[in-house]
């Protein structure tokens, strides 16, 4: 009898394996669709199939340590295809010489495996605290590790779900949720199919599903529609993209070229109708500090139109402290206003312990020093004459926060930033994509200025105004769309999404002990 125990346990072991295989080659692949769903593709009905994939993996799971590597897979092939421009920075950096390559990959894989971790541990506890969760409950998990992505260790919420949304009725929605609201709401649909499909629902359920689907659509579709319809033409903005590569950016040959060009930009008369109020160059537009630019600072002034203002990214010293800056010039030539970067890129603008590690060689891409770049402490709006703007350099504005909470006080939203980093392929434009959700989220039009593009004009609804395309060199003058009351995402934020999402587990596990009490009463 015990031989043929152990006989029967080796067969069932032998045939599960098999599956266990399936499941992870299901989560990965679903992963990597979900990835791949994001900008250049834009591709939702990708997404969703991706979701769909990876929540019929983890739902066939039959422990907590299977369920939360199957996640960390999961994980691991999203970020892996979303953030395939990871690798490219490090091709920019002369030192690595023949390195660069190996290390970008490095630096590509370690990166996706360690944000996967966001989705294990949460799926990993909820196993704990509800064995063998349905498709809902995980949802919930994965929108939970999103939101922790976002913000724990000063967070890099790139490449949300949500953001596959952008071109779809549906990103309207931030403006009541935000990013992560509607991330938890489209795993938690993907879960509610799933659930269709495996347990059955009756023809109301998916009706219901079908007719929540529809209104959002609908929803989205009309409040995008009616803004800005019949508002006046706000002030001219002028946008000045150069168009230098990042090979060349600092070449001292190819230096005055990119000046030229930007000065001719600010200097041409309008194509048609009424001259700039206010010209923006990008991020770190100009090479020398700002405290040695004294003739070029000259130059700038001359070519800027009467009675206009200049943005422009600069880098500045202040003892022994290096700033990633935004400045803005009077038409006088002053210096009125300075903006110094507060969230910097990790590894890329600093390295902790920097002075340390400088002594090795060991210091951020963009940084000149072992310390790298210092985080400024100025917050609030700018003052400009075409109205307050929220400032944003480069990666700031892939945090919601940083516009939300300034949503009130301000005309716009002003980014400027070098893209050039990112390649040509995903990298540039889905960093447009989450500054469009940070106009919905907010209610405020932006201006988007970026060294290699794609520069441009953003209203109220995320949708594009004017632009000027990757890797063209020229300028383009368009009105500022108009602002709205700030919407509910503004004012209120994002602490109902993990409490909510925290309470549905808990909901789940006592409607489970009812159930598994009812019986009993029942039977007495």
């Given amino acids: 009898m015990t031989g043929r125990v152990h006989e029967g346990q080796g067969r069932g072991a032998w045939h599960a394996r098999p599956q266990q295989w399936r499941s992870a080659a299901l989560a990965f692949g679903g992963g990597v669709a979900a990835g791949l769903a994001q900008a250049p593709l834009h591709a939702p009905l990708l997404l969703l199939a991706g979701l769909l994939a990876l929540l019929f993996a983890l739902a066939?799971?039959?422990?907590?340590?299977?369920?939360?590597?199957?996640?960390?897979?999961a994980g691991f092939g999203h970020f892996l295809a979303a953030l395939e421009w990871i690798r490219i920075p490090f091709t920019f950096e002369p030192g690595l010489g023949v390195l660069a390559g190996p290390l970008g990959v490095l630096a590509w894989v370690a990166m996706a495996a360690g944000l996967g971790l966001f989705w294990a541990v949460p799926v990993g506890l909820l196993w704990r605290f509800l064995p063998r969760p349905g498709p809902v409950a995980l949802a919930a998990a994965l929108a939970l590790g999103e939101f922790l992505r976002g913000h724990v260790l000063g967070g890099f919420p790139w490449a949300l779900p949500a953001y596959a949304l952008t071109e779809t009725p549906f990103a309207q929605?931030?403006?009541?949720?935000?990013?992560?609201?509607?991330?938890?709401?489209?795993?938690?649909?993907?879960?509610a199919l799933l659930r269709l499909r495996l347990r059955?629902?009756?023809?109301?359920?998916?009706?219901?599903?079908?007719?929540?689907?529809?209104?959002?659509?609908?929803?989205?579709?009309?409040r995008a529609a009616r803004i800005g319809a019949g508002a006046p033409p706000g002030p001219v903005i002028r946008l000045?993209?150069?168009?230098?590569?990042?090979?060349?950016?600092?070449?001292p040959l190819r230096v005055p070229v990119f000046l030229e060009r930007m000065l001719k930009a600010t200097a041409a008369p309008?194509?048609?109708?009424?001259?700039?109020?206010?010209?923006?160059?990008?991020?770190?537009?100009?090479?020398?500090?700002?405290?040695?630019?004294g003739a070029i600072l000259e130059a700038m002034t001359a070519a800027l139109p009467q009675g206009a203002e200049l943005v422009f990214g600069v880098r500045r010293r202040e003892g022994r402290r290096l700033y990633n800056t935004m400045a803005v010039m009077g038409a006088d030539g002053s210096i009125r206003a300075l903006y110094d970067k507060r969230r910097l890129v990790p590894f890329g603008e600093y390295v902790p312990f920097g002075d340390l590690l400088g002594v090795f060689g060991i210091r951020g891409l963009a940084a000149e020093d072992g310390a790298g770049f210092s985080p400024g402490a100025r917050t609030?709006?700018?003052r400009l004459a075409v109205g307050s703007a929220v400032p944003l350099i480069c990666y700031e504005a892939i945090f919601p926060s940083e516009v939300r909470r300034h949503a009130g006080r301000a005309r716009f939203v002003l980014q400027i930033t070098n893209d050039a980093w990112f390649g040509t392929?995903?990298?540039?434009?889905?960093?447009?994509?989450?500054?469009?959700?940070?106009?919905?989220?907010?209610?405020?039009?932006?201006?988007?200025?970026?060294?290699?593009?794609?520069?441009?004009?953003?209203?109220?609804?995320?949708?594009?105004?004017?632009?000027?395309?990757?890797?063209?060199n020229g300028f383009l003058d368009a009105a500022l769309p108009a602002a709205l009351v700030p919407p509910p995402y503004a004012r209120v934020g994002d602490w109902p999404v993990p409490l909510l999402l925290l309470a549905l587990p808990v909901v789940i596990a006592f409607r489970r002990r009812r159930q598994a009490i009812a019986p009993q009463g029942k039977s007495r």
């Fill in 60 to 73: 066939r799971a039959r422990a907590g340590h299977e369920a939360a590597l199957l996640a960390f897979l």
């Fill in 200 to 222: 059955g629902g009756g023809l109301a359920f998916a009706a219901a599903q079908a007719a929540l689907l529809v209104a959002a659509w609908l929803w989205g579709a009309d």
């Fill in 380 to 382: 609030g709006p700018l």
């Fill in 240 to 251: 000045v993209q150069p168009a230098a590569p990042q090979d060349e950016k600092w070449d």
């Fill in 270 to 293: 309008p194509a048609a109708g009424a001259a700039p109020a206010l010209v923006i160059w990008p991020e770190t537009a100009i090479a020398p500090l700002l405290g040695r630019s």
């Fill in 425 to 472: 392929r995903s990298g540039p434009f889905q960093h447009l994509d989450q500054i469009r959700f940070r106009a919905i989220e907010s209610g405020l039009p932006v201006v988007r200025v970026a060294n290699t593009g794609v520069s441009a004009v953003i209203d109220a609804a995320g949708r594009l105004r004017a632009g000027l395309p990757l890797g063209r």
């Fill in 173 to 191: 929605l931030a403006a009541l949720i935000g990013p992560y609201g509607l991330t938890a709401v489209l795993l938690i649909f993907a879960a």
